[in-house]
C-alpha cells in the first residue's frame, strides 16, 4: 500500500510538464442559499476540459490555476431536480475578476442573477446571439432533439439526433469562416464545432482552420493544440511518419520518440473503464511476452481521469511496460480517436500498423516478421 502511495506521489509530481505562460485570478461568490458542496467547477486551459477541485469557505473561492490559453473557460454548474444542471460558462484569463451571484430566485434559477468583472459571458455575449440568430433553425432542432434524448429508443430517431447536431455545427461553420478575427467564434470552432465533426469532416476542419482565423489564434497554445488534434485525424496512417511526443510515464520517467529511435514502439491508448481496452490487455500481456524491450518498446496512455484507479488498475493487470497516465497532448497528437486505439511505429519513425485501418492479424504478423522472439 506504501508503494502505491509513493508512486502516486512521484506520479502527481511529474504530470504538472506545461509551463503556463500566467494564472488566473478568479473570485466566485454564491448567496446562502446555494449549497456549495454540490456546485462543480469545470476548467479548460486551452489543451483539456476538466473538473477542478475548489474549496469553497462561506460560500466564496477563488480560482488560481495555471493560463496556457489566450483565454481559460471556467463552467459553473448547480445540479436542479431534474437531474439536469444550471450553468454559466465565462471566459477569463490572467486580470484579476470575478463573478458574484446574487440571491434573486434561488430556487428555479439559481444562476441566472449576477455580475461580472473582467470575464466574458459566453451565451450571453453579442458574438454568440448574433451567430445563435443565424443557425436559429438548425440550433432549435438540435436543442430539441438534445432534451428528448434520453427518452428515444429506436435507432432512426437517434440517426435523427447526430444529423441534428452535425447540421447545427455545419451552419455555425458557414457562419464563422468569414468571421475569424473574433476569439469567440474561435473558442465556439474549437470546443464545439470541431468536436461534432471530428470523424466526419476533418478536411473540411482543417480547411476553415487554416483559413478563417488570424495567425494570432492559429499559433497560440490552443491554436496549436487544435491543429494537432485536426492533423492527428487526418494523417495519423500507416505509412506516415508518426508525430514526435515528449511524455513522462507514472513513475516520473521522461519518454520521447526520438530516444526511442532503433527500435519498434507499440502505443496503445485506453482506459480502466473501457471494456474492449481491458478485453486487448492479454494480446499486449503476450506481446511483452514474446519480444524484448531492446527491440519493442510498448506504451500503454490512459485516458482515465481517476489516478487512484489506474494505478490500482495497471499494478491489478500486471501490466510491466511504460505507462502514461492521463497527457491529452499525446493524445491530441494521434487524433484523440475513440478508444482503444492502437499503433506500431517501426524504427525510422513509421507507423506501419494503425488499428483504424488494419486488423489485429496485421500487427502480429509485422512483429512475428521483423522481429526475433
Known sequence: ?????????????????????????????FPSQIIAKDIIIMYDDGLEQKIIDVKFVNNRAIIKRSLTATYATLGIMYPNKNNSFYSLRLLINSKAGYVIFRAGDST?????NYIIKNAIDIYNCREFLDLKKYCKKEFDANTY???????????????????SSKQSALKAMEYIKVRGDKYLY?????????????????????????????????????????????????????????????????????????????????????????????????????????????????????????????IKKIAELKMNWTNIFGNADMSNKFGNKPIPSLYLIDPNGIIKFSSWEDEEKVLLEILKKNLKK
Open 1 to 29: 500500500m506504501y508503494r502505491i502511495i509513493n508512486i502516486l506521489i512521484v506520479f502527481l509530481l511529474s504530470i504538472q510538464n506545461i509551463k503556463a505562460n500566467d494564472t488566473t485570478n478568479f473570485k466566485i461568490e
Open 108 to 112: 428555479k434559477k439559481p444562476l441566472s
Open 145 to 163: 432533439f438534445s432534451n428528448q434524448y434520453n427518452l428515444l429508443k429506436n435507432d432512426t430517431n437517434l440517426i435523427n439526433v447526430n444529423n
Open 186 to 310: 474561435f473558442w465556439y470552432f474549437r470546443l464545439n464545432i470541431v468536436n461534432e465533426l471530428l470523424r466526419t469532416n476533418q478536411l473540411e476542419l482543417y480547411e476553415n482552420f487554416n483559413a478563417a482565423f488570424p495567425t494570432k489564434f492559429k499559433e497560440s497554445f490552443e491554436g496549436k493544440n487544435l491543429k494537432q488534434l485536426i492533423e492527428g485525424n487526418l494523417f495519423i496512417k500507416s505509412g506516415e511518419t508518426s508525430p514526435s511526443f515528449v511524455a513522462t510515464d507514472f513513475r516520473g520517467n521522461v519518454i520521447s520518440l526520438s530516444k526511442l529511435k532503433g527500435k519498434y514502439v507499440l502505443i496503445s491508448f485506453w482506459a480502466t473503464w473501457c471494456g474492449p481496452c481491458l478485453a486487448e490487455i492479454p494480446m499486449l500481456q503476450k506481446i511483452r511476452q514474446d519480444y524484448k524491450v531492446e527491440d519493442l518498446e510498448l506504451i500503454s496512455v490512459s485516458c482515465d481521469r481517476d489516478s487512484i484507479a489506474f
